[in-house]
C-alpha cells in the first residue's frame, strides 16, 4: 500500500509513497488510462481509474523492462479521503480556491488544501483564461457530482464571448434568431447565428413547420428561436 504524492499527466506516470521496514520510500508506477484497461481486461484489478494526488493505491514492486530499477506495477485504486471530504463539501458549499494550472492544450485546477487536481472543462462559448493567469488563484466549483469517478471543475464565475451574451438576451426576450444553414444530414439541420460564433442543429423531425433537410440548401437563411440555453448546450427551433 502507498499514498500517490505526484503524478505527471502528460508522461503518464505517478509517484508512490510507501513505508519500507519503518522508511519512507517512494515509486515511480504507470498510471495511464491505457494500462488500467490492460490491467482490468487481465482481471488484477475491478475497476479503472483516474487517479490523482492523495489516493490511497495497492501495488506491486517489479524490475523495469530494463532491469535497472524498482517500478510499481499493477497499481489500484483503494481510497481517497481528501477526494471524499472534497465532495462532500460540494453537496454543501460548492465553492472553492485553487490553482490554475494547463498541460498540453488542457487545463486543470489544483485545489489549495487537497493539491488535487480536476480537469476544467470550459464552455464552448467561454473566453479562454489567459497564460498570465496560470498558477494564480481562482475560484471553480465542481461539476458532474452524480459520477464520482468523472468530476470535473469550472469557474465559479466565467467569461462569455459577447455573442453568447447577446443569444442569452435573445432567449429571455423571446426574439427570433436569423441563422445560416452551414450543413444538411437526414436527421439535422446545422445552423451558424450571431456572426458564425453559435452553432445549433435543428433535428428535422422537429423542425416546424415539418421540413426535410433537401428543402433546404447550405447559405440558406432562416429564422429560429432559442428554446433553451446554457453554458454547455444551446436548442433551437425553426419558425415561420
Same mark, same amino acid.
Given at each position: ?20 521496514n ?9 498510471v495511464?488510462?491505457?494500462e488500467?484497461s490492460?490491467? @482490468?481486461?487481465? $482481471?488484477? %484489478?475491478k475497476?479503472?481509474?483516474? +487517479? *490523482? ?5 495497492s501495488? !506491486? /514492486?517489479?524490475?523495469?523492462? @530494463?532491469g535497472d $530499477?524498482? %517500478?510499481?506495477?499493477?497499481?489500484? +485504486? *483503494?481510497?481517497?479521503?481528501a477526494y471524499t471530504n !472534497? /465532495? ?5 458549499e ?5 490553482y490554475?494550472?494547463?498541460a ?13 487536481l480536476?480537469?476544467?472543462i ?11 493567469r496560470?498558477?494564480d488563484?481562482?475560484?471553480f ?7 464520482p ?6 469557474f ?23 441563422a445560416?444553414v ?10 451558424n447565428c ?10 428535422v423531425q422537429?423542425?416546424?413547420p ?7 440548401q ?9 428554446t433553451?440555453?446554457?453554458?454547455v448546450?444551446i436548442?433551437?427551433?425553426k419558425?415561420?
Open positions: 500500500m502507498g499514498t500517490i504524492t505526484f503524478i505527471h499527466h502528460e508522461k503518464n506516470y505517478a509517484t508512490i509513497e510507501y513505508l519500507h519503518g522508511k519512507s520510500k517512494t515509486i515511480n508506477g504507470n495511464s488510462e491505457k488500467q490492460k490491467l @482490468k481486461e487481465r $482481471k488484477l %484489478i475497476k479503472t481509474h483516474f +487517479f *490523482r494526488i492523495g489516493d490511497e493505491v501495488f !506491486l /514492486l517489479v524490475p523495469s523492462p @530494463k $530499477k524498482m %517500478i510499481a506495477d499493477c497499481i489500484e +485504486f *483503494r481510497f481517497n479521503n !472534497l /465532495l462532500n463539501k460540494a453537496a454543501e460548492n465553492r472553492f480556491v485553487g490554475l494550472k494547463k498540453g492544450e488542457a487545463y486543470f485546477v489544483k485545489e489549495t488544501g487537497s493539491y488535487i480536476f480537469p476544467l470550459l464552455s464552448p462559448w467561454e473566453i479562454p483564461p489567459h497564460e498570465s496560470l498558477n488563484p481562482v475560484f466549483k465542481l461539476d458532474n457530482l452524480e459520477k469517478d468523472h468530476v470535473t471543475a469550472s465559479f464565475k466565467s467569461e462569455y464571448i459577447p455573442e453568447y451574451q447577446q443569444a442569452v438576451k435573445y432567449f429571455k426576450n423571446k426574439t427570433p434568431v436569423e445560416t452551414y450543413k444538411l444530414t437526414p436527421y439535422g439541420i446545422f445552423i450571431f456572426n458564425g460564433k453559435i452553432q445549433a442543429k435543428i433535428p422537429k423542425s416546424k415539418p421540413i426535410t433537410a433537401a428543402a433546404l447550405p447559405g440558406a437563411i432562416i429564422k429560429v428561436m432559442i433553451y440555453i446554457s453554458p448546450k436548442v433551437v427551433e419558425i415561420d
